[in-house]
């Protein structure tokens, strides 16, 4: 019995970092394509200023 709840915490924990690291990844993608966003405006802008 304390085997299997070992056995069953172990498999939240690994689920609870499965969870975070596709989360970590949407927020890498999220901030990649704001900088990718954000960058563009500011080529934009250069070009209509200078």
């Known amino acids: 019995m304390y085997a299997n709840q070992n056995g069953q915490h172990r498999d939240l924990g690994s689920n ?3 969870f975070n690291k596709l989360l970590l990844n949407r927020r890498l993608e999220l901030w990649h394509t704001e900088d990718a ?3 563009s ?8 200023l200078s």
């Open 16 to 18: 609870a970092w499965k």
């Open 37 to 39: 966003f954000g960058r």
């Open 41 to 48: 405006l500011d080529i934009l802008k250069f070009r209509f």
